[in-house]
């Protein structure tokens, strides 16, 4: 080390300075933007586990003592004392809005709740069997065709004018598209409802009857958006900053978060975590079935809703949920059997030496799936539920690499094992 502010490389005889680049808190990293052209030597890091792709002021995490925190605040307090719609605000504006902003942006999410008339009959083209996520990729994808308009990523007005569209009418697209799936008519927004109430009531209104809102459900609902809302450099996040990179507008960006999300070792392990319990419960409750299987390397199979990259203790997102499903199912006097056989399955995974070296905790998607059944919401639809609460962190994230002014498009380099050259053979002569 030549000094406190520069880290050295040698390769041969040669020494590379390398700046030691510090944030706030946490992670310092070693800058080699110039190693390349000064050494001819790029790095190399799949899975990206020792990699800073960006600087970021959003969300901080200390996966080692189990913190996460969104721009400084504590996830337990926002849980306890936030709505989603502020949190929301919080993520993507940087600081806790006042009254008038507050009601600025609440009246904006309010307001844009429909979508064009013309989208519902996209959903006529999807089979019944289709999964919501497909549908809600293309759909907030196809959202850009709407708003020709607005679509420039540099300027900030155009994007202020998207931010609370996309936010608003995700929840829209979310709904029917589980109204199309069960062939319901689907249900319009009542704006006089706020936001996880209006979602509640899109989902499971039906023309023909009253529908009242459970508020504890509602609640609820918040409180996971909440807890969801940002992650700061996940593989769907990551995704949306990849996407925006190239200019493609926001909704683009989002669609292609959301297909990154869909993924069974990413927001798809909430849909997962269930089917597993699901599968213990039919096979009358072996938890240590499971967790045989999961340490069998053959067996291609994780204990789903396990482990985490950066969380090497409790993550703090399923300690709260847990807490929850407790008192939700005490509240409406109900009792859920997974819950019963998910607890067994942490207590006996956290005394199993394997799960104990590899420091492997129950993550966000292992009690968040039961506490959507509790709600009512159907198994495909969790992931869908996960969009929705993520999508506040991806705009947050596609707005301050774009107005942080230093960004270049995502192009990272590999190590070539190919053949290094080779002549064409015409067909005939091949075998
Ligand atoms: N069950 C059994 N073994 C596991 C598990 C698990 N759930 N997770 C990790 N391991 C083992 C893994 O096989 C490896 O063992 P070894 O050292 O013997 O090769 C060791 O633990 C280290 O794991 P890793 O594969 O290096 O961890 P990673 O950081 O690459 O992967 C993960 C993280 C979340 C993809 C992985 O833990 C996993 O697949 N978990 C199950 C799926 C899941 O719950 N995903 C939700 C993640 S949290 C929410 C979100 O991001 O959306």
């Known amino acids: 080390m030549a000094n406190d502010d520069v880290a050295e490389l040698k390769i041969g005889s040669k020494v590379y300075p390398l700046p030691i680049v510090a944030g706030t808190i946490g992670d310092e990293g070693l800058d080699i933007r110039k190693l390349r052209q000064d050494s001819g030597y790029i790095t190399l890091d799949s899975g990206y586990g020792n990699t800073g792709a960006c600087k970021s002021a959003i969300t901080f995490i200390d996966g080692e003592k189990g913190i996460l925190r969104y721009r400084g605040i504590p996830i337990e307090i926002l849980a306890e004392k936030s709505t989603f719609v502020e949190t929301s605000y919080l993520l993507i504006y940087g600081h806790l809005p006042n009254k008038a902003e507050l009601s600025d942006f609440s009246n904006k999410l309010r307001y844009h709740s429909l979508i064009h008339e013309d989208m519902l009959h996209f959903y006529d083209g999807y089979p019944s069997t289709a999964h919501p996520m497909a549908i809600l990729s293309s759909m907030v994808c196809s959202l850009s065709a709407y708003y020709p308009d607005s679509l420039d990523p540099k300027d900030p007005e155009q994007v202020d004018h998207l931010i609370p569209r996309v936010l608003s009418k995700l929840r829209t697209i979310a709904a029917y598209s589980y109204k199309k799936s069960i062939g319901q008519p689907v249900v319009y927004p009542r704006n006089s409802l706020r936001y996880c109430e209006n979602f509640l009531h899109m989902m499971f209104a039906v023309p023909s009857e009253p529908y009242e809102v459970d508020p504890d459900i509602a609640a609820a609902l918040n409180m996971l958006l909440i807890l969801h809302a940002d992650h700061e450099q996940n593989c769907s996040t990551s995704t949306v900053r990849l996407v925006g990179s190239s200019d493609a507008n926001l909704f683009a960006s989002i669609a292609a978060g959301i297909c990154a999300l ?99 905790y129950p993550n966000v998607d292992f009690y968040s799936g039961v506490l959507y059944r509790v709600l009512n919401i159907p198994i495909n639809m969790y992931t869908v539920m996960f969009s929705l609460g993520r999508l506040p962190g991806w705009i ?31 067909l005939m002569e091949r075998r």
């Not at 699901?278 to 409750?285: A, L, P, S, T, V």
């Not at 994230?397 to 190590?415: N, T, V």
């Open 396 to 426: 947050a994230h596609w707005r301050e690499m774009h107005l942080g002014g230093d960004e270049r498009i995502g192009r990272p380099r590999q190590i070539y094992t190919g053949t290094v050259e080779a002549p064409y053979i015409p």
């Open 262 to 360: 869909w993924g069974p070792k990413h927001g798809g392990a909430n849909q997962a975590v269930v089917e597993m319990l699901e599968e213990i419960q039919r096979n009358g409750g072996d938890v240590q079935k499971a967790l045989a299987l999961s340490k069998d390397k053959d067996s291609h199979f994780k204990l789903m809703g396990f482990g985490h990259r950066v969380y090497k203790n409790f993550d703090p997102r399923a300690k709260v949920i847990k807490a929850q499903c407790d008192t939700l199912l005490g509240k409406l006097k109900k009792a859920d059997p997974l819950l019963d056989i998910a607890r067994r399955l942490e207590e006996e995974a956290l005394r199993d030496p394997y799960f104990a070296d590899r420091k492997l």
